[in-house]
């Protein structure tokens, strides 16, 4: 009877192992589905910084294309912004 309580005890704990392996927390479907969905993400993030790149592009593209604008009106057209006041010295 001694001999048994061995063999069992182990075939018991093999199949528990074995149980976890495929049904428990770390379980390889669970992580497979894991790393399926950390792969989305991560496509997830890569599209959604791409569009905020472009987004700052797009904002700096507007900022500048204003200053410049801005710049030739005050240049060529004499532009002054309120509370300016605007003095031309001749030459």
């Known amino acids: 009877m001694g001999k048994r309580i061995v063999p069992a005890a182990l075939i018991a704990l093999l199949v528990i192992l ?12 669970n992580v497979t ?28 593209d507007l900022r500048e294309g204003l200053e410049i604008v801005e710049e030739k009106a005050r240049s060529e057209l004499g532009m002054v ?8 010295i001749a030459k």
């Open 18 to 29: 074995h149980g976890q392996l495929w049904f428990g927390r770390g379980s390889v479907p």
């Open 33 to 60: 589905r894991l790393v399926r969905q950390l792969d989305e993400q991560q496509q997830n993030n890569a599209k959604a910084m791409q569009a905020n790149e472009r987004l700052v592009a797009e904002i700096n």
């Open 81 to 88: 912004k309120a509370n300016e006041i605007f003095v031309q």
